[in-house]
Protein backbone atom coordinates (compact mmCIF):
# COMPACT_ATOMS: atom_id res chain seq x y z
CA UNK A 1 0.00 0.00 0.00
CA UNK A 2 1.79 3.39 -0.94
CA UNK A 3 0.56 4.77 1.95
CA UNK A 4 2.25 2.91 4.43
CA UNK A 5 5.79 4.79 1.95
CA UNK A 6 4.33 7.63 0.94
CA UNK A 7 1.65 8.80 3.22
CA UNK A 8 2.20 12.03 5.31
CA UNK A 9 2.55 9.74 8.72
CA UNK A 10 4.85 7.90 7.11
CA UNK A 11 6.83 10.36 5.85
CA UNK A 12 6.94 12.06 9.07
CA UNK A 13 8.76 8.98 10.61
CA UNK A 14 11.32 9.18 8.27
CA UNK A 15 11.70 12.81 8.64
CA UNK A 16 12.41 12.17 12.57
CA UNK A 17 14.67 9.54 11.57
CA UNK A 18 16.60 12.16 8.78
CA UNK A 19 16.34 15.39 10.49
CA UNK A 20 19.01 15.90 13.22
CA UNK A 21 16.84 16.82 16.80
CA UNK A 22 18.85 20.24 16.70
CA UNK A 23 17.25 21.34 13.28
CA UNK A 24 14.25 23.42 14.99
CA UNK A 25 12.21 21.62 12.46
CA UNK A 26 8.96 19.13 13.24
CA UNK A 27 9.11 16.35 11.58
CA UNK A 28 6.62 16.28 8.57
CA UNK A 29 6.58 15.74 5.06
CA UNK A 30 6.80 19.29 4.72
CA UNK A 31 10.47 19.48 6.65
CA UNK A 32 11.63 16.44 4.93
CA UNK A 33 10.83 18.14 1.47
CA UNK A 34 12.66 20.76 2.40
CA UNK A 35 15.74 18.91 4.11
CA UNK A 36 15.73 17.40 0.52
CA UNK A 37 15.41 20.60 -1.24
CA UNK A 38 18.40 21.57 1.02
CA UNK A 39 20.85 18.91 -0.11
CA UNK A 40 20.15 16.22 2.26
CA UNK A 41 20.83 12.98 0.60
CA UNK A 42 18.41 10.38 2.48
CA UNK A 43 15.65 13.02 2.67
CA UNK A 44 16.00 12.62 -1.18
CA UNK A 45 15.86 8.85 -1.17
CA UNK A 46 12.74 8.90 0.98
CA UNK A 47 10.71 11.03 -1.22
CA UNK A 48 12.48 9.04 -4.18
CA UNK A 49 10.89 5.72 -2.49
CA UNK A 50 7.75 7.82 -1.45
CA UNK A 51 7.12 8.65 -5.49
CA UNK A 52 8.18 5.03 -6.47
CA UNK A 53 5.75 3.93 -4.71
CA UNK A 54 3.12 6.11 -5.77
CA UNK A 55 3.62 5.96 -10.01
CA UNK A 56 3.54 1.94 -9.03
CA UNK A 57 0.14 2.32 -7.66
CA UNK A 58 -0.74 4.45 -10.52
CA UNK A 59 0.67 2.13 -12.97
CA UNK A 60 -1.57 -0.78 -11.38
CA UNK A 61 -4.82 0.97 -11.28
CA UNK A 62 -4.85 3.00 -14.70
CA UNK A 63 -5.43 0.04 -16.87
CA UNK A 64 -8.32 -1.50 -14.59
CA UNK A 65 -10.33 1.85 -14.45
CA UNK A 66 -8.98 3.83 -17.28
CA UNK A 67 -9.66 7.07 -16.09
CA UNK A 68 -9.62 10.17 -18.30
CA UNK A 69 -6.87 11.97 -16.18
CA UNK A 70 -5.09 10.81 -13.05
CA UNK A 71 -5.37 14.08 -10.51
CA UNK A 72 -2.81 14.09 -7.59
CA UNK A 73 -2.28 16.40 -4.33
CA UNK A 74 -1.15 17.17 -0.96
CA UNK A 75 2.00 18.35 0.60
CA UNK A 76 4.19 15.86 -0.88
CA UNK A 77 2.68 16.77 -4.81
CA UNK A 78 4.55 20.11 -4.03
CA UNK A 79 7.85 18.26 -3.80
CA UNK A 80 7.31 17.54 -7.45
Do not use: F, K, N, Y
Amino acid sequence: CPETVAGGQALAQAAESILPPTSGRDASAASLIDAADHGSGAAHEVLWSAGAAIADAIACIVPLVDPEVVVLGGTVMTAA
